[in-house]
């Protein structure tokens, strides 16, 4: 009997540690508030975490009116000095389908410290139902992209279409080659024209004239670049003469001063 009794006692005294741990009754804590519109699914118990570090729970969740809920948070002393009046409260996920956490974000080093009892700000949360409703929406409309390639395809394979019968139908592919050969024959032909027009005396004065402009032009530009060239050797030659110049000032200096020496 008395065996049943230690061992009863000994599983209340480590359920009231775990429970104690969870809700942080052994560890000096200080409260926050924040509010939201939608909780979306957070509970009384949830971990409240910064920085990825649990540090603390949701002690109370209460709704003050048809469109805020106040959440009432402990947090650790132990961490109080991290945490910034401008930092934003958050509601997340331990993982893709996990529990429900708070999530504080970190705010600016500047900011003061809050005071027990204050009110940060919030971050309204992003309902998975949400996300996965956006996301049936872009499968749907991927299968049906998929579906109208597919018969796109089909049709191709089968030859209608423009593009089905040019794959398809040689008739249409030997049309087209002969069409590019024709347009081949055409453009020499061209080429044969103008070569012929400009032996014809009517049209010759018009071809020699721009032949001459051609070569005027090519001739002008060509004296530029004989001018520019001169300049530029006139302008070495003076530089050079004014370098010989001045050595010669110096040796001449460079005299004067041995003979006064002397």
Known sequence: MGLFIVGGLALFVAAVFVIGKQKNLFDPVYKLTTTFHDVSGLQVGC?????????????????????????????????????KADCEAGIGSSGIIGDRVLIITQGSSSAPLPKDGDRIASKEPVETDAIMASLKVTADNAAIIASQLGEIFTKINSGNGTLGRLLQDSIMAENINRTIVNLRKGSKGLNEDVNAAKDNFLLKGYFNKQKKAAEKGKEAVEKKKEEEQKDIQKEEKAAQKEKEDEEKKKIKEQKEIEKEQK
Request: aromatic content about 6%; hydrophobic content about 45%; proline content about 0%.
């Open 47 to 83: 971990n409240i975490r910064f920085s990825g570090i649990n540090v603390g729970t949701v002690d109370n969740i209460t709704i003050i009116n048809d469109s805020t809920v106040q959440v009432d948070m402990l947090i650790k002393q132990s961490v109080r000095q991290f945490i």
